[in-house]
């Protein structure tokens, strides 16, 4: 069975960092090209970060550019993602998913993990 | 950056009746190799989204073929055939030419 479990969410001051991880399972972690999507409480679904199945390629949303770090050891069928300087409109859901956009059927998506940024 | 426009924003359908969700993309999502780049996911409530269209009319594993996507280039069309209770929630088109984009959502409930 396929499964993507992110963790590491939780509550975060302004300002701060954090790093949320999801781990896979139930496919071959290597061959594919992961994303991280979020989604703040009560709105649309906003794209961070890509990585390619190698992490020779990664892409960043422009409105996050310079405060993300995407990453993946595919030694531990995992991706993380590093966030600097959050802000209060970083608060959301974050969401591991495989091979959004791939021109595919491999799409797959976590449960997500919650990121609340509040003094 | 790519703009994804979705209208409408929300839809109440009478079960058994057909309901179409329209998406606007602000530049040309067809390449050269024929393919549009424009994907249809739905989020059900409290759930993650799950992919439904691929490739602007390709239905994903699993999805009812009452769910069908037409369109090409800038202007695409999701439709439900016959709604049933189990279609509520919000649907998202998705761009994936430059980087991945998505609309604003158009939530659909059953009347």
């Known amino acids: 069975e396929v499964q993507l479990v992110e963790s590491g969410g939780g509550l975060v001051k302004p300002g701060g960092s954090l790093k949320i991880s999801c781990v896979a399972s139930g496919f071959t972690f290597s061959k594919f090209t992961m994303n991280w999507v979020r989604q703040a409480p009560g709105k649309g679904l906003e794209w961070v970060s890509t990585i390619s199945s190698s992490s020779t390629y990664i892409y960043y949303a422009d409105s996050l550019k310079g405060r993300v770090h995407i990453s993946r050891d595919n030694a531990k069928n995992s991706v993380y993602l590093q966030i600097d300087g959050l802000r209060d409109d970083d608060t959301a859901v974050y969401y591991c998913a495989r091979a959004v956009g791939s021109s595919s059927a491999d799409d797959f998506w976590g449960q997500g993990t919650l990121v609340i940024v509040s003094s | 950056d790519i703009l994804m426009t979705q209208s409408p924003l929300s839809l109440a359908v009478t079960p058994g009746e057909p309901a179409s969700i329209s998406c606007r993309s602000s530049?040309?999502?067809?390449?050269?190799?024929?393919?549009?780049?424009l994907d249809w996911y739905l989020q059900k409530p409290g759930k993650s989204p799950q992919l439904i269209i691929y490739m602007g009319s390709n239905r994903a594993s699993g999805v009812p073929d009452r769910f069908s996507g037409s369109g090409s280039g800038t202007d695409f069309t999701l439709t439900i055939s016959r709604v049933e209770a189990e279609d509520v929630g919000v649907y998202y088109c998705?761009?994936?030419?430059?980087?991945?984009?998505f609309g604003g959502g158009t939530k659909v409930e059953i009347k």
């Open positions: 998705m761009q994936a030419l430059r980087g991945l984009t």
């Open positions: 530049q040309s999502l067809l390449q050269v190799n024929g393919i549009n780049y």
